[in-house]
């Protein structure tokens, strides 16, 4: 196991990941859209919320257990959807999956990670979540829930804040290209970081494994071209009515971030609301997610599940985020700058760390329960 007193923070692992990973690795995982600055303000945006402790209330034993659409979570977080995985670590979502499995927490594999649903399923036991990016036709999108239930996946994110692939500036000029181009500099990178760069070599390129299936020359190239031609486009609600009744299983709405679509998402019949802005990797003009966690939950607050993402570094974070009225969080940079940096250890160290920065601040604020932390605020 990792040494937590060695890299206590999100920001020590990401310090060591930008020395192993290549800089278009890095760019990725860290980008957002046009000038970033997206991606900082829900960091600050978190960092306004302040949380008032109360004292004299004899031992404090914080209880992490969280019950989430009828089931046990040790703890009220999970790791996010991240499609391209491989490329900040090969075989992230393998490391991750069986990061959730140990501690009970779930685990999001993304339509586009670079592993399968039918090679995860074996490692995430019963802590699998799906996400989809809703596919145009409807026998494509059938066939990649089946694989997802058949494998064991039983919670599924629908994510609806892509109308338009977004543009990702910064990550181009690092030179991403899928299939990546074997460039003087990529060699120069690849010989730079030899221990990414050996792990890589072991798994092959990354690609869209998921989607491979749909595409019979399984040429890197021809799979990107069928995903931007098939997933991400402008969802109506007639298409998530759809998805509603053939998912038999909790279904959750990502990318929230107005209060009227979060009540219509009640209205449809999803059993959970995922507020996110994608870590600002879409639009770089919106509030930082935090605040538009606030401004919804008074609207849908007891009529269902209010899920939150996007700028969550710390244990500290995950509990504002509780005290403002979410019931689950989930982080998405803070579990891959984990597995860049400590590789196949780097999940279970993330999980022990955020786990161990909510007891810790429970005391801190007198919690014993995640119900008292609405109180701190
Ligand atoms: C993402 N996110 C994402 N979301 C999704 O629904 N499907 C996906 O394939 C991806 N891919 C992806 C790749 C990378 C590199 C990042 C950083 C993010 C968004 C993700 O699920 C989550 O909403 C954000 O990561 C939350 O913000 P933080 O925790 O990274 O600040």
Known sequence: MSNLSQFPLVQYLEEKARRRIPNVALAY???GTGDDRGVQRNIDGLEKVNLTPRFMKGEIVPELRTMLFGREYAAPFGIAPIGLTGLMWPQAEIILAKTAKKFNI????????????ETIGHHVGKMGWFQLYPPRKKELRDDILKRAKDNGFHTLLVTVDVPYPSRRENS???GLSMPPKITGKFIYEALSHPAWTVATLKRGLP???TMSKYVPSGDTGDIVKFV?????FNLSWDYIKEVRDIWHGPMVLKGIVHPEDAEKTVAIGCDGV?????????????????DSLKE???????????????????????LKAIAIGADFILLGRSFLWG???LGSQGGDHVATMIIDDIKNNMMQLGCTSLLEVRHVL
Do not use: M
Request: with cysteine.
């Open 296 to 318: 919804i939950v008074p609207v849908i607050k007891g009529k269902t599940t209010i899920l939150f993402d996007s700028g969550i570094r710390s244990g500290l974070d995950v």
């Open 274 to 290: 995922l507020i996110s802005n994608h870590g600002a990797r879409q639009f770089n003009g919106g509030k930082a997610a935090i």
């Open 207 to 209: 690609k869209l494994r």
């Open 339 to 341: 597995v860049a940096a």
């Open 172 to 174: 181009v000029k690092a």
């Open 29 to 31: 995982l860290n980008c």
């Open 228 to 232: 931007g031609e098939n997933l991400g």
């Open 106 to 117: 779930p685990f999001s594999l993304s339509t586009v990670a670079t592993e399968t649903p």
